[in-house]
């Protein structure tokens, strides 16, 4: 009678974990195919002149799985070549400013099926060895896409670099250029937390911000401090001014992309061109991190590396009054060149 009665159980618990099992494997395959067919819908006004007339469903697929596959090796080259996958020049560079958010805006902005981005800082036009080796070399850094994709790369160096505008002038007369700024001070200090940072981990000492961007024999603020140099955006925009016209660069507003980065990343769409496909739900706050991370679909999300979003030193007040009554009249200029204006102090 135990015998039998224990069978019983033995054949329930069977049938019950079968079930379980059942259930589990349907709903791991429903999200997969969420996760591919949620976002897709066609997709308006193309690339300027080319103008596609949809974008393919398969891009998007293609993102979120064999274009992974391929980065980590796990995929052909033959499928690559199935797929029609090509390596762009970028159509689009975020050509700096250093700490200005320049990774988050290239992260967020690849959430968007129609962009892929360079994760590495290239480095081509602003090194001589790199430039070098030719637009080849460059291109073959580029990420594999759909040809209806256009690729974004950015290197903030490339805004001070003196040689940099000529050179992609010369590659690319058209392209559209992105400037990502902050207020200047704040953006100053985050540079001087970065180098500060490098210092400390080689166990080396370095200099008080307030040492460095303060001349101790005028008391004027120091000129010949990079990361005040940096911060005179009018100056470094100006060089490029010879070269592309002002219509060619937007201009993103650093300090509004950490507290509020749709809007941001909207107006970046509409002058890429791209339909708007950047929505609330791929951006959410972590309150442990203190920023906006990024959620591509209901599996996959992430937040940018601690390095991005340090805590920065106390710095002297009044060197910071003197700091923004020096950047003030840049500012200005700055504004009334790009049409863009900020609320700086
Ligand atoms: P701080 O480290 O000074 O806070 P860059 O990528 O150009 O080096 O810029 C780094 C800055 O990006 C960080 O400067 C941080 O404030 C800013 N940032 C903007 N959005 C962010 C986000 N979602 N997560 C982390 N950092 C972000």
């Not at 970028?90 to 994760?119: C, D, Q, Y």
């Not at 809007?263 to 769409?269: F, G, H, M, S």
């Not at 991190?289 to 999300?301: A, K, M, V």
Request: overall charge positive.
């Amino acid at each position: 009678m135990l015998f039998k009665q224990q069978a019983w159980l033995r054949q329930k618990l069977l049938v019950l974990g079968s079930l379980a099992v059942g259930s589990l494997l349907y709903l791991v395959a429903r999200v997969g195919s969420l996760d591919r067919l949620q976002p897709i819908c066609p997709i308006e006004g193309r690339f300027g002149a080319r103008g596609q007339a949809e974008f393919p469903l398969r891009a998007l697929q293609f993102k979120r799985g064999l274009l992974h596959e391929f980065r980590k090796g796990n995929a052909s080259k033959d499928q690559v070549r199935l797929h029609d996958l090509v390596q762009q020049l970028p159509k689009a560079i975020i050509i700096g400013v250093r700490k200005g958010g320049t990774r988050a805006l290239l992260e967020m902005l690849n959430l968007h099926p129609a962009v892929v981005k360079a994760s590495q800082e290239i480095h081509f036009f602003d090194n001589d060895e790199n430039y070098a080796k030719g637009i080849e070399w460059y291109r073959k850094k580029m990420p594999f896409s759909y040809p209806q994709q256009i690729t974004i790369e950015k290197s903030p160096a490339y805004f001070i670099t003196e040689e940099v505008p000529e050179r992609i002038y010369k590659m690319n007369s058209s392209i559209k250029l992105l400037i990502i700024v902050r207020e200047p001070t704040t953006r100053a200090i985050s540079d001087y937390t970065q180098v500060l940072e490098g210092k400390e981990r080689k166990n080396k000492t370095y200099y008080k911000f307030e040492k460095l961007a303060i001349d101790p024999n005028t008391c004027e603020v120091n000129t010949k401090y990079k990361a005040v140099r940096t911060s005179i955006y009018t100056k470094h925009l100006e060089r490029w001014l010879k070269y592309f016209p002002i219509e060619q660069f937007h201009i993103v507003d650093g300090d509004r992309l950490i507290t509020e980065p749709l809007p941001e990343l909207q107006l970046v769409e509409k002058f890429l061109n791209l339909p708007p496909r950047i929505s609330q739900y791929n951006l959410y706050f972590n309150a442990t991190r203190g920023f906006y991370c990024l959620r591509f679909n209901i599996i996959f999300n992430k937040c940018l590396a601690g390095s991005k979003g340090r805590i920065h030193p106390e710095v002297d007040p009044s060197v910071i009054t003197k700091l923004r009554k020096f950047f003030h009249p840049f500012n200005q200029k700055f504004y009334q060149i790009t049409g863009r204006t900020l609320n700086w102090p």
